[in-house]
Nanobody, 120 residues
Framework: EVQLVESGGGLVQAGGSLRLSCAAS????????IGWFRQAPGKERVGIAC????????YFVDSVKGRFTISSDNAKNTVYLQMNSLKPEDTFVYYC?????????????WGQGTQVTVSS
């Protein structure tokens, strides 16, 4: 059974940090790109970062560049999203997803999401 399980969300003050984890199982981890997305209620889900677990290449949208980093521990089948200098506008539900193709998608599997709330 394929599973992607996010963890590490929570409530943090502006300027603080959180590290999200995405633990994968049920597929060949090294063959996939793992992306992080975020979504506000009633809004579209937006991709913000991605890593190709095979070669380690990464991608970030401009709004998180310099503040967020993404890394992969292939031995643990886990991808991490380190979020620093958090702002209230980073408040979203964060999802990880796996793509057999590339960071550009399409994405084959999705996690259930974890809430991140940044207070001002």
């Amino acid at each position: 059974e394929v599973q992607l399980v996010e963890s590490g969300g929570g409530l943090v003050q502006a300027g603080g940090s959180l590290r999200l984890s995405c633990a994968a199982s049920g597929f060949t981890f090294d063959d996939y790109a793992i992306g992080w997305f975020r979504q506000a209620p009633g809004k579209e889900r937006v991709g913000i970062a991605c890593i190709s677990t095979g070669d380690g290449s990464t991608y970030f949208v401009d709004s998180v560049k310099g503040r967020f980093t993404i890394s992969s521990d292939n031995a643990k089948n886990t991808v991490y999203l380190q979020m620093n200098s958090l702002k209230p506008e980073d408040t979203f539900v964060y999802y990880c997803a796996a793509s057999r193709s590339s960071c550009h998608g399409p994405y084959d599997y999705w996690g259930q999401g974890t809430q991140v709330t940044v207070s001002s």
